[in-house]
T-cell receptor, first 112, second 118 residues
Framework: QKEVEQDPGPLSVPEGAIVSLNCTYSNSAFQYFMWYRQYSRKGPELLMY????GNKEDGRFTAQVDKSSKYISLFIRDSQPSDSATYLC????????????FGTGTRLQVFP | GAVVSQHPSRVICKSGTSVKIECRSLDFQATTMFWYRQFPKQSLMLMATSNEGSKATYEQGVEKDKFLINHASLTLSTLTVTSAHPEDSSFYIC??????????????FGPGTRLTVL
């Protein structure tokens, strides 16, 4: 079993839709949870990070962590074609650890 | 914002040759840099952690004699793939963490280097 599971997609939605991206994980010791966006042939860029359980909102993006279910989500409201990219979840054990464990990424396509 | 560059962005080489990839933090100092590898449709996998002025720490299963890492300054780390073989073909991405320490989420990623070994 992989430590972090993520549906690779692709997920195709019309412009303006609400997008829900999810990851599950197996190790309850994870404390920090991140979402990265990666455009084709580019490195990942950090979108959101959350410590422990709870929600965090930043503009059109909302990150949710449910540690009891070992499940994290990223919601994108009013999706735009420019949101088309691969979204990777990542997690780590403690705040000052170096190692990030990534999901495989979900490819999102937002069509006009 | 913090910018990390990689050079080259793409390299094609013959089997058995060595390839060097550079990772630079352009506008900040990075005591720690990380090297990841990403195969198609797979996760980014951490290969090694590179600390300025000391030996790199390699993840389990990564051959340190094959993937040579040098972190000679606070803004530059290099990864050399020695005696490359077709199975080494992958997307290599570095990231850098700011020198003040910072939390894990403060890693900034480079744009990646696509290595193709013929």
């Amino acid at each position: 079993q992989k430590e972090v599971e993520q549906d690779p997609g692709p997920l195709s939605v019309p412009e303006g839709a609400i997008v829900s991206l999810n990851c599950t994980y197996s190790n309850s010791a994870f404390q920090y949870f991140m979402w990265y966006r990666q455009y084709s042939r580019k490195g990942p860029e950090l979108l959101m990070y959350t410590y422990s359980s709870g929600n965090k909102e930043d503009g059109r993006f909302t990150a949710q962590v449910d540690k009891s279910s070992k499940y994290i989500s990223l919601f994108i409201r009013d999706s735009q074609p420019s949101d088309s990219a691969t979204y990777l979840c990542a997690m780590s054990f403690v705040h000052n650890t170096d190692k990030l464990i990534f999901g495989t990424g979900t490819r999102l396509q937002v069509f006009p | 914002g913090a910018v990390v560059s990689q050079h080259p962005s793409r390299v094609i080489c013959k089997s058995g040759t060595s390839v060097k990839i550079e990772c630079r933090s352009l506008d900040f100092q990075a005591t720690t840099m990380f090297w990841y590898r990403q195969f198609p449709k797979q996760s980014l996998m951490l290969m090694a952690t590179s600390n300025e002025g000391s030996k790199a720490t390699y993840e389990q299963g990564v051959e340190k004699d094959k993937f040579l890492i040098n972190h000679a300054s606070l803004t530059l780390s290099t990864l050399t793939v020695t005696s490359a073989h077709p199975e080494d073909s992958s997307f290599y991405i570095c990231s850098a963490r700011v020198a003040s320490g910072g939390a894990t989420h403060e890693q900034f990623f480079g744009p990646g280097t696509r290595l193709t070994v013929l």
